[in-house]
Every structure is written in structure tokens, then in C-alpha cells.
């Protein structure tokens, strides 16, 4: 199981991919918006925020978020470091129910640019 320290060092890792990327997935990942990512095996939830091609975690919460992000992940630890390092397709895992992803119908339309 993920530990708490390393679900953040793949956010950051994500947050890094994010920056580098180029075209419509660079305007994608550019949106300003707040962003929760529930870790559902460590009962704790990343609060922060996605602006400028970069996700800054502003805090870490024990249980489920207090307020609704606008964009909301739901995800096992193992999942979240699976899916950054590239060992779980986002999409599958998506469809399949492993990885829940919440967010206005326009912002699911530029994300999607990202997968």
C-alpha cells in the first residue's frame, strides 16, 4: 500500500508532467481550477489547487474533503503511483470504476485532452 508521502511525491511527479507538456494539452493543463484527490486506502484527501500547467497541493486532510473542488479525483495510493508512473491507463482505469474523476462537463472536455 502507498504510503501518504509517496500519493504526494506522484502528485508532484504529475504536477512536473503537466508543466512540460505542449499544444492543446498545455491549454488543458493550464486551467485554474481548485482540485481534490480523495485517497481512498489512507482516508485522507490532497487539497490544492491547478493553475498554470501546475497542481500545487495546499494541504492534506484526514477523511473526505470538507468543501467540493472543481476538480475532484477518487483513487487507491497504489493506483494514484501506478497511473503517474505510467503502470495503469487512465482510461481504463476510469472505466472500470479503479479511478473517479468529477468535474463540470467543460473542464471534463479539456482534461480529457490530458489523457
Do not use: Y
Not at 481534490?36 to 484526514?62: E, K, N, W, Y
Amino acid at each position: 500500500m502507498a504510503t501518504i508521502e509517496e500519493c504526494r511525491a506522484a502528485l508532484e511527479k504529475l504536477s512536473d508532467n503537466m508543466q512540460s507538456t505542449e499544444g492543446d494539452v498545455r491549454a488543458a493543463a493550464a486551467l485554474d481550477r481548485s482540485v481534490s484527490c480523495r485517497i481512498t486506502d489512507l482516508d485522507v484527501t490532497f487539497v490544492g489547487r491547478m493553475a498554470d500547467g501546475r497542481i500545487v497541493v495546499h494541504d492534506t486532510l484526514q477523511g473526505p474533503p470538507r468543501e467540493k473542488a472543481q476538480i475532484r479525483l477518487t483513487m487507491s495510493g497504489d493506483d494514484l503511483v501506478a497511473l503517474v508512473d505510467g503502470g495503469l491507463n487512465f482510461a481504463k482505469a476510469w472505466g472500470s470504476g479503479r479511478v473517479k474523476l468529477e468535474a463540470g462537463l467543460r473542464d471534463l472536455f479539456q482534461l480529457r485532452k490530458l489523457l
